[in-house]
Nanobody
């Protein structure tokens, strides 16, 4: 099994920024399209950003222009830079394969709370 560990979440005021990190138990991220997902209370998990092995990115309309997904120098790291955060961004954020096909076991996620 591939273990995924998300970190970097926390409480931030509207307009603030956070940088989320994702690490895997193996250096395999470069072999897959990777993505960040989020799940707010009472809502379905949604895909917010993806990045290909070549660095091509795609974003959900709700975060486009505010979030940036990137791969770390290490093959087992993934990042999500979040700027101009809004209360609606409040959710638990997860990383996994970006195409949502045969995903690895979901990690615990990292809580992002945007509130005054």
């Amino acid at each position: 099994q591939v273990q995924l560990v998300e970190s970097g979440g926390g409480l931030v005021q509207p307009g603030g920024s956070l940088r989320l990190s994702c690490a895997a138990s193996a250096n395999i991220f470069s072999s897959y399209v990777m993505g960040w997902y989020r799940q707010a209370p009472g809502k379905e998990r949604e895909l917010v950003a993806t990045i290909t092995s070549g660095g091509i990115t795609n974003y959900a309309d709700s975060v486009k222009g505010r979030f940036t997904i990137s791969r770390g120098k290490a093959e087992n790291t993934l990042y999500l830079e979040m700027n101009s955060l809004k209360p609606r961004d409040t959710a638990v954020y997860y990383c996994n394969k970006g195409r949502n096909s045969d995903p690895w076991t979901w990690g615990q996620g990292t809580q992002v709370t945007v509130s005054s």
